[in-house]
């Protein structure tokens, strides 16, 4: 390696202080990096050294915030009591305060410099320096004009007290940054230098050194790109890359290998799962996705197909099996669906259980078999549960302050899709999950009625037979109507016998799967991800506005029965919620990764 040039003090002149310099770049490249796009024609992840421990890179920034700021989520956003609120407070009047200051220096408006700096491509990589040291940053960025950038710096520089050292390495020109009367080797500097149109900066001369030195071997000694110890050539950053979705606006890697020697010897068995899990992992990458949803998708990679962790085996489905979107109303305010192995999640709990209890075990088995009809519920009645589970919710018709504000619906799936079974089979595993949900539905009304004030009717058991499913409720359970409907293919539980009978009758065009938001967001973001949690804000809004007074009325109750204070609060909770139609988040697992997603967003018409 080339040792540095330092040439005499009286190429030196006069600079920024360090202090500013540093305050600025780091603000800027934190609040610009966050916002950027990922994908470039010409990464600057060539540029970066295959030993970074974390890097974040992001392109076209101009355009994707463009975009992002005329979308319905921020016009939405902007017109809410948070936002105009936020708009008063002293934290933007500091915010507009510390802009101007940074103004005043640069004698610049600051969007049109932060987007002559930062509008196309920005990368910040993270080194470790091992366990006693700070890591060491790098940011590199692609400029509009790297002459009309260094005669910027220039400007900076006369107006302030920190001197810039004029240096070469690789007989490229380099700059070092520190304060006047920072004679001693020990005191902060920043190294700094022109790659073409490529700022890079960072406080570590050696981190500079390893840029330099793959732009030379690259650009001026012609070497091949893919030969070159850079992260881009790194098969666990490829590999990372390409599991994201496409149109990401910015992205984060994390490299576990090169942060290995800080993880301390775990203490318990919870430290003890999650060193085990870090060991496993061979890389991490975050995707930021902005246009009118705000997602952030994480993929976590394996570095083994052998992996035995328990989670992912109890949640892990074979692929082809479908979910079950059309049997949600769009009308539900929230919803719980996902795929799960009953039968290895009962033999996991049963063996820990069975372990620590074996005489309770055995009677509560004994007492599973008589329930069941015989069918031992490990080895045979586990089996014909799943994988399909579902749980969502809905208004109440009616609202009362015994009771919550909406009914709730579990349904959990009897046979797997195109499997085959025997009649037979069918029929003794319905028959054995009627006999359990009959003991449980007996149970409560007579805990219920043996417990009931006098004058006061006792409550029935009704039953209704269909040609879809058979349906058995109570009549009456204080405020609600707990009830159950099954047949071949499902059993659910529900709290009023209406949410069975729409269950079983539901179509699809009025199903939470013909919603455009929802059918948008599955089409882009969970394909192949099969655990999901939604929120259907558009019906939360709607509940709201139809129940105001009642649900101001019982907000007040918390606010010492002050009804002003219960309306304002709910005036708070609704203009928020106008800035987005849906929340979600889903997750998928695979053998050799986890893919999860998360995000809010509306419909724009438009696209």
Request: overall charge neutral.
């Given at each position: 390696m080339?040792?540095?040039?330092?040439?005499?003090?009286?190429?030196?002149?006069?600079?920024?202080?360090?202090?500013?310099?540093?305050?600025?770049?780091?603000?800027?490249?934190?609040?610009?990096?966050?916002?950027?796009?990922?994908?470039?024609?010409?990464?600057?992840?060539?540029?970066?050294d295959n030993?970074?421990?974390?890097?974040?890179?992001?392109?076209?920034?101009?355009?994707?915030?463009?975009?992002?700021?005329?979308?319905?989520?921020?016009?939405?956003?902007?017109?809410?009591?948070?936002?105009?609120?936020?708009?008063?407070?002293?934290?933007?009047?500091?915010?507009k305060?510390?802009?101007?200051?940074?103004?005043?220096?640069?004698?610049?408006?600051?969007?049109?410099?932060?987007?002559?700096?930062?509008?196309?491509?920005?990368?910040?990589?993270?080194?470790?320096?091992?366990?006693?040291?700070?890591?060491?940053?790098?940011?590199?960025?692609?400029?509009?004009?790297?002459?009309?950038?260094?005669?910027?710096?220039?400007?900076?520089?006369?107006?302030?007290?920190?001197?810039?050292?004029?240096?070469?390495?690789?007989?490229?020109?380099?700059?070092?940054?520190?304060?006047?009367?920072?004679?001693s080797?020990?005191?902060?500097?920043?190294?700094y230098?022109?790659?073409?149109?490529?700022?890079v900066?960072?406080?570590?001369?050696?981190?500079?050194?390893?840029a330099?030195?793959?732009?030379?071997k690259?650009?001026?000694?012609?070497?091949?790109?893919?030969?070159?110890s850079?992260?881009?050539?790194?098969?666990?950053?490829?590999r990372?890359?390409?599991?994201?979705?496409?149109?990401m606006?910015?992205?984060?890697?994390?490299?576990?290998?090169?942060?290995?020697?800080?993880?301390k010897?775990?203490?318990?068995?919870?430290?003890?799962?999650?060193?085990?899990?870090?060991?496993?992992t061979?890389?991490?990458?975050?995707?930021?996705h902005?246009?009118?949803?705000?997602?952030?998708?994480?993929?976590?990679?394996?570095?083994?197909e052998?992996?035995?962790?328990?989670?992912?085996?109890?949640?892990?489905?074979p692929?082809?099996?479908?979910?079950?979107?059309?049997?949600?109303?769009?009308k539900?305010?929230a919803?719980?669906?996902?795929?799960?192995?009953?039968?290895?999640?009962?033999?996991?709990?049963?063996?820990?259980?069975?372990?620590?209890?074996?005489?309770?075990?055995?009677?509560?088995?004994?007492?599973?078999i008589?329930?069941?009809?015989?069918?031992?519920?490990?080895?045979?009645?586990?089996?014909?549960?799943?994988?399909?589970?579902?749980?969502?919710?809905?208004?109440?018709?009616?609202?009362?302050?015994?009771?919550?504000?909406?009914?709730g619906?579990?349904?959990?799936?009897?046979?797997?899709?195109?499997q085959?079974?025997?009649e037979?089979?069918?029929?003794?595993?319905?028959?054995?999950?009627?006999?359990?949900?009959?003991?449980?539905?007996?149970?409560?009304?007579?805990?219920?009625?043996?417990?009931?004030?006098?004058?006061?009717?006792?409550?029935?058991?009704?039953?209704?037979?269909?040609?879809?499913?058979?349906?058995?409720?109570?009549?009456?359970?204080?405020?609600y109507?707990?009830?159950?409907?099954?047949?071949?293919?499902?059993?659910?539980f529900?709290?009023?016998?209406?949410?069975?009978?729409?269950?079983?009758?539901l179509?699809?065009?009025?199903?939470?799967?013909?919603?455009?938001?929802?059918?948008?967001?599955?089409?882009?973001?969970?394909?192949?991800?099969?655990?999901?949690?939604?929120?259907?804000?558009?019906?939360?809004?709607?509940?709201?506005?139809?129940?105001?007074?009642?649900?101001?009325?019982?907000?007040?109750?918390?606010?010492?029965?002050?009804?002003?204070?219960?309306?304002?609060?709910l005036?708070?909770?609704?203009?928020?919620?106008?800035?987005?139609?849906?929340?979600?988040?889903?997750?998928g697992?695979?053998?050799?990764?986890?893919?999860?997603?998360?995000?809010?967003?509306?419909?724009?018409?438009?696209?």
């Amino acid at each position: 390696m080339q040792p540095i040039k330092q040439y005499p003090a009286k190429h030196r002149q006069p600079v920024m202080k360090l202090t500013v310099l540093v305050t600025v770049l780091v603000s800027v490249i934190f609040t610009s990096v966050s916002r950027v796009s990922a994908a470039a024609d010409a990464p600057l992840s060539q540029l970066v050294d295959n030993k970074a421990g974390v890097y974040v890179e992001a392109t076209d920034l101009n355009a994707h915030l463009k975009q992002f700021l005329v979308s319905p989520v921020v016009i939405r956003f902007q017109q809410t009591q948070v936002f105009q609120s936020w708009l008063q407070s002293q934290d933007v009047k500091n915010l507009k305060k510390g802009l101007h200051d940074i103004e005043s220096v640069t004698e610049q408006r600051l969007l049109p410099l932060l987007n002559s700096l930062f509008g196309e491509s920005v990368g910040l990589a993270v080194f470790n320096n091992g366990p006693k040291q700070s890591p060491s940053l790098l940011l590199l960025a692609n400029v509009k004009e790297a002459n009309t950038t260094k005669k910027l710096f220039e400007s900076w520089f006369r107006k302030t007290g920190v001197e810039v050292t004029l240096i070469t390495y690789q007989d490229v020109p380099c700059f070092i940054a520190s304060q006047s009367a920072a004679a001693s080797d020990t005191a902060p500097k920043i190294y700094y230098t022109f790659l073409e149109r490529t700022l890079v900066v960072t406080e570590n001369e050696r981190v500079l050194q390893s840029a330099v030195d793959l732009y030379v071997k690259q650009t001026l000694k012609k070497q091949p790109r893919d030969t070159q110890s850079s992260l881009f050539n790194l098969k666990i950053y490829q590999r990372a890359q390409s599991k994201l979705s496409p149109n990401m606006t910015s992205s984060l890697f994390l490299n576990p290998r090169i942060w290995d020697e800080h993880i301390k010897p775990p203490k318990n068995e919870v430290e003890q799962g999650v060193v085990n899990w870090w060991h496993k992992t061979e890389g991490l990458i975050v995707g930021l996705h902005l246009k009118n949803t705000v997602a952030l998708e994480t993929i976590i990679l394996f570095n083994s197909e052998a992996i035995n962790l328990p989670l992912l085996d109890v949640l892990r489905i074979p692929a082809e099996i479908p979910e079950r979107y059309t049997l949600v109303p769009k009308k539900a305010l929230a919803v719980l669906c996902g795929q799960l192995n009953v039968h290895l999640l009962t033999q996991r709990i049963v063996d820990f259980y069975a372990d620590k209890n074996p005489e309770k075990w055995q009677k509560f088995r004994a007492v599973s078999i008589g329930l069941l009809g015989g069918l031992d519920p490990v080895t045979e009645f586990s089996k014909a549960l799943g994988p399909n589970v579902l749980f969502y919710s809905v208004p109440r018709k009616e609202l009362s302050f015994d009771a919550i504000s909406f009914d709730g619906l579990v349904a959990l799936q009897l046979a797997s899709p195109g499997q085959p079974a025997v009649e037979t089979s069918k029929s003794q595993y319905q028959a054995a999950l009627e006999n359990v949900a009959n003991f449980l539905m007996n149970s409560m009304l007579a805990h219920h009625n043996a417990h009931l004030k006098q004058d006061v009717s006792p409550s029935v058991l009704k039953m209704e037979e269909h040609d879809l499913y058979q349906m058995r409720w109570i009549d009456s359970l204080g405020p609600y109507q707990p009830a159950y409907g099954i047949n071949e293919q499902q059993i659910v539980f529900a709290s009023s016998p209406e949410l069975v009978r729409e269950f079983f009758t539901l179509k699809s065009e009025e199903s939470l799967a013909a919603l455009p938001l929802f059918q948008t967001w599955k089409e882009t973001f969970f394909q192949e991800e099969k655990q999901l949690c939604f929120l259907n804000i558009s019906s939360i809004r709607a509940f709201i506005d139809q129940n105001s007074d009642f649900l101001a009325e019982q907000l007040a109750k918390g606010q010492g029965g002050d009804i002003e204070k219960g309306r304002k609060k709910l005036s708070g909770l609704k203009s928020l919620l106008q800035s987005f139609d849906g929340l979600f988040l889903a997750a998928g697992l695979q053998k050799t990764q986890v893919r999860i997603i998360m995000g809010l967003g509306s419909l724009d018409s438009t696209n």
